[in-house]
């Protein structure tokens, strides 16, 4: 109760939002070609990092109308995303990042970035709420944005890369974050239409300590299972004919050095596990290679 | 006069948005690979039949500023026509698809889906003129992109589904529907700054009753014949210098199974007609699928 | 003081701004397949000769949440671009493209058109100060769009066309307009925020006389050297680890006939001049069309 009051009062910036760019534009160093275009084109990497650390907040504004570049406006938050993109691609002797890469240090940045993405998804379900009070579909869909962030335009921004893979996007095979947000995004909308008897301080700390615990797990073990497969196997037969077959977007769940390769993952037989599935991915991956 | 008058006052919703809905999430099923998608990726399916359903009202929120997600803040609307892609999509045994495409029951809600076309290109231009009394050129684009609905967007809709066709588009390449609501949208603005001495009721009703004729006409012969070639063909020489071959868009004249194959119709000689280009057309599919 | 005072005054419509739009179109029209698609889609046409003419409000009220098609209500102006549209695609004996491309004739457009960009700039930086009195990045923004028109847009513009490049956009390899634009719009955020002790009308006068200069000697010369290479050279091995080797897009410094050869140019070592990076490219081009 007075935990869960505390812990939603706690103040996002600058400490939570530092970890959050961090970890974003971390995920972009991991993208091929970002080192490379950092050094090419670095107005272009500085743009794609501001799209990494923002992009929550313009789709956000894209979606109700206001001005996209609005949190532009915040020249602090800028600076210091500024400040971060700067030390993660340009540190000297890459000190800044082979400090943040370090895995129990970057753990600790994942599990802040968590608790910012759940702020984000709350406060985008009350922000929509206040525009439209009866906007079921508007509440989900801004707090859906806000909790997804860039992943939601990854086909643009890999555009301003100089990058086009339209045969997959964030909505055809979310990631895992992208279905956290759009779950959560659901049950924060239940809880602001008082569906949902729960208060919005204990929703926002126990869907952020789920997020942390699951996300913590999946950086630890570079693991791409999905906590929700086991139920979405159960619901998804029975509503939609046959078992959704997700696959983990290459965006968010990507660690290691740059050798992606683009291919859609073919649809495999609905009765192989996901780890089979990574593993079949991971083979026909070095074959492609050769 | 007193007929048209009535006939502009009819309430559009439930039944007349029904019958739109389901001839737009029609159009989508007969997509190559969309029943594949809705059992792969349900949420991708429903973000598609809903940008089918309500293309014309984001794309004018997107024209003026306003929030393009503002009508699903409509909710009776929205569920609507989420019940209609549930329908189609997963009815046990097809019985609901199977229902809406016998031949009478279609071309019926394909009447009823030119009435909503045209009462919403009438209210683009009018809630355009609202906002710029002068504004002509936006009236004409606000009431173009109320009637052409999810067309003008293709590309990306097609980029949700996976599908990437940079070689055509709606604009290049005008269907019949897109280029009836270019038409349409002219005449409506004319008659909104009074350079056309008719009310708003008769021109709703005459144009509904041209684009029912022609719609049904169309959807029961599988032609694709423009009605606009004729007037076209001895104004465009004149104009523009040569015959402008549209070729019909292989958006909105799509029928039967799944088997389209994408390439952009080679330039053939100005003297053939319509008719013979389709056979050309027909041909080189066969083809291309050998 | 005076002479600065006169000239920022100086009525932009209708003399520079018909300027600014014969070389706007005069750009579109050398796009291979621009002429084609005059004859065969006269609309899609228009509509990029519009974008051409007015990309720059329109990403400016993109930015800002305005309407995007809120310039449009200035029939004048859309009526004048219109006239010179057809006017440069559809003149008898093509009598007006031949007279507006006599070199002498094509500079004083040219210079025209650079006191329309700068003033743009100028107007934007304005603009966006008055809705956000401290957001500076979001002045930057706003003149930089401003300046830069519609080759930031030069994707989409191509995809209306049926042009598809993603390897390439005007943000990871600038063309000296885009660029300028950005320097510009840094300058005149500083002068605005006044930490540049200038007066605007100085400001405007001396980047107009320094655009002008530039842009004129590039079109007489058909020369591709950016006058920044002396001090970016000089700044971005400090700042980035390397030569910022921009490459000069297609987009903006294209001269001739249709023969367009699209291909990302690859990394050359950053020993080479210039000069020797166009003579590569112009022999890589021969090659790849044999």
Not at 170 to 181: D, G, N, R, V, Y
Not at 193 to 200: A, C, D, N
Not at 246 to 262: K, L, N, R, W
Request: aromatic share 14%.
């Amino acid at each position: 109760g007075e935990l869960a009051a505390s812990f939603a009062a706690l103040p996002v910036f600058p400490l939570f939002d530092t970890a959050y760019f961090i970890i974003s534009v971390l995920y972009l160093k991991y993208e091929p070609g970002a080192v490379e275009m950092s050094r090419k084109s670095p107005f272009a990497s500085w743009l794609c990092a501001m799209l990494h650390c923002f992009g929550s907040y313009i789709l956000a504004d894209l979606l109700l109308g206001e001005a996209p570049i609005g949190h532009f406006s915040h020249n602090s938050s800028v600076i210091l995303a500024t400040a971060v993109w700067y030390l993660i691609f340009f540190c000297p002797m890459n000190l800044f990042y082979k400090c943040v890469s370090f895995l129990p240090v970057k753990l600790i940045f994942v599990a802040m970035k968590e608790v910012v993405r759940v702020r984000k998804i709350a406060a985008g379900v009350h922000h929509a709420h206040h525009l439209y009070h009866h906007g079921w579909f508007v509440m989900m869909a801004t707090g859906w944005v806000k909790g997804s962030g860039v992943a939601l335009m990854s086909n643009f921004e890999q555009l301003l890369r100089g990058v086009w893979k339209p045969e997959t996007n964030e909505i055809l095979h979310m990631s895992f974050p992208t279905k956290a947000s759009l779950y959560g995004t659901v049950l924060f909308t239940l809880q602001q239409t008082h569906w949902l008897p729960i208060s919005e301080a204990n929703l926002i700390f126990f869907f952020t300590m789920f997020m942390i615990v699951c996300k913590v797990f999946m950086t630890a073990t570079h693991s791409h299972a999905s906590p929700f497969a086991p139920l979405e196997n159960l619901v998804c037969p029975v509503l939609f004919g046959s078992v959704s077959t997700g696959y983990p977007s290459h965006y968010h769940d990507h660690h290691g050095a740059s050798h992606e390769v683009s291919h859609p993952p073919p649809p495999p037989p609905p009765a192989k596990s996901k780890e089979e599935l990574n593993e079949g991915t991971r083979k026909r991956k070095a074959k492609k290679a050769e």
